[in-house]
C-alpha cells in the first residue's frame, strides 16, 4: 500500500503563531483528506484535496500530486486548534475508496 | 440529522469474550469501512463494504469478523481471538469511490 509520512510529528504553538504541516505519499493518489482529530477522537473532515489550492477561514490547503506531497497551513492559531491532524490517501490505481492514514501530527496551541 | 453512529462509546471486555460494535449511517452511502486507533498511531483499515452482502478484508483483519446486511449497517465483531483488541475503532462511509470519506465518533475498546 501506499506509504503517509507525516511532519512534524509534534507542534508546539503560541496562540497567534502561524504553521505549516507537510504531508508526503509514496504514489499517485486520486483522494487526500486532511482532518483534525479532537481530545475527545472525533475525526473532522478538514479538506478534500486530491490536487490543488483550498481555503477554509484560517486553514489552507496546497496539494503538489506531481510531487507527491501536500500542505497543510494554520493561521492565527487558536487554542481550540489543539489535536492531531491526519492525512490520509487513496490509491490512484484503486477504485475502492479506502484510505491510507499517516501518524498524524500532534498539535498543542498554548494561550 | 444525516450522520454516522457508533455504540456504544466505550466498551469493556473480559479476555475471551466476543464483542460486536455497532456502526450506523443515514448518508445512504454505499461503502463502509472500520478502523483501528492505536495511541500514537495513525488508523489502520480492518475491513470494507462496497454493497450489501459483500465485504473485503483489509490490512488487520484477523481476529475480526463483519457483516453487512443492510446498507446502513456495518456491525464488527471482535472475537476472542484477537490477541491485542484494546483500541480506539472508528467506522467510517463514502458515497463510493474515492469520494470524501466521513467518520463515526468512536468506540474505545479494553479488555481488562
Known amino acids: 500500500g501506499i506509504q503517509v509520512e507525516q511532519s512534524p510529528p509534534d507542534l508546539i504553538l503560541q496562540e497567534g503563531a502561524n504553521s505549516t504541516l507537510r504531508c508526503n505519499f509514496s504514489?499517485?493518489?486520486?483522494?487526500l483528506q486532511w482532518f483534525h482529530q479532537n481530545p475527545w477522537g472525533q475525526l473532522i473532515n478538514l479538506f478534500y484535496i486530491p490536487s490543488g489550492t483550498k481555503q477554509n477561514g484560517r486553514l489552507s490547503a496546497t496539494t503538489v500530486a506531481t510531487e507527491r506531497y501536500s500542505l497543510l497551513y494554520i493561521s492565527s492559531s487558536q487554542t481550540t486548534d489543539s489535536g492531531v491532524y491526519f492525512c490520509?490517501?487513496?490509491?490512484?490505481?484503486?477504485?475502492?475508496?479506502?484510505?491510507?492514514f499517516g501518524r498524524g501530527t500532534q498539535l498543542t496551541v498554548w494561550p | 440529522d444525516g450522520g454516522i453512529t457508533q455504540s456504544p462509546k466505550y466498551l469493556f471486555r473480559k479476555e475471551g469474550q466476543n464483542v460486536t460494535l455497532s456502526c450506523e449511517q443515514n448518508l445512504n452511502h454505499d461503502a463502509m469501512y472500520w478502523y483501528r486507533q492505536d495511541p500514537g498511531q495513525g488508523l489502520r483499515l480492518i475491513y470494507y463494504?462496497?454493497?450489501?452482502?459483500?465485504?473485503q478484508k483489509g490490512d488487520i483483519a484477523e481476529g475480526y469478523s463483519v457483516s453487512r446486511e443492510k446498507k446502513e449497517s456495518f456491525p464488527l465483531t471482535v472475537t476472542s481471538a484477537q490477541k491485542n483488541p484494546t483500541a480506539f475503532y472508528l467506522c467510517?462511509?463514502?458515497?463510493?469511490?474515492?469520494?470524501?470519506?466521513?467518520f463515526g465518533p468512536g468506540t474505545r475498546l479494553t479488555v481488562l
Open positions: 467510517a462511509s463514502t458515497p463510493g469511490g474515492a469520494d470524501t470519506q466521513y
Open positions: 463494504s462496497q454493497i450489501v452482502n459483500d465485504f
Open positions: 490520509a490517501v487513496n490509491d490512484r490505481g484503486s477504485t475502492l475508496g479506502r484510505l491510507y
Open positions: 504514489d499517485s493518489v486520486n483522494n
